[in-house]
């Protein structure tokens, strides 16, 4: 059975950076694509990026605008998140998932990791 683990939240000030990771084991990573969503508290959960099979590569340009970074590591069955310039709207409890963006289905998702921005 497929198990996500992120880690590498935390409480940050307004415009530092954290690292997000995600941990795979269960099924063949480099296979699946792997997404970023996140939810703020009292709003629904929405999506952040995503990282295909192939590597290529998709934003939600409107949150991230070009202060996010998502990569793989398919030696190591690891998806990361790079947040840079961090706001306070950007806190959120993050969550990695697992699926197929041809489907638009992601099935397996980690248990989340809490982000805090203060000012």
């Known amino acids: 059975q497929v198990q996500l683990i992120e880690s590498g939240g935390g409480l940050v000030q307004a415009g530092g950076s954290l690292r997000l990771s995600c941990a795979v084991s269960?099924?063949?990573?480099?296979?699946?694509?792997m997404g970023w969503f996140r939810q703020a508290p009292g709003k629904e959960r929405e999506f952040v990026a995503v990282?295909?099979?192939?590597?290529?590569?998709?934003y939600n340009t409107d949150a991230v605008k070009g202060r996010f970074t998502i990569s793989r590591d398919n030696a190591n069955d690891t998806v990361y998140l790079q947040l840079n310039s961090l706001k306070l709207e950007d806190t959120a409890v993050y969550y990695c998932?697992?699926?197929?963006?041809?489907?638009?289905?992601?099935?397996?998702w980690g248990q989340g990791t809490q982000v805090t921005v203060s000012s």
């Open positions: 269960g099924r063949t990573f480099s296979r699946y694509d």
């Open positions: 990282i295909r099979s192939s590597g290529s590569i998709r």
């Open positions: 998932a697992q699926g197929s963006t041809l489907t638009g289905k992601f099935g397996s």
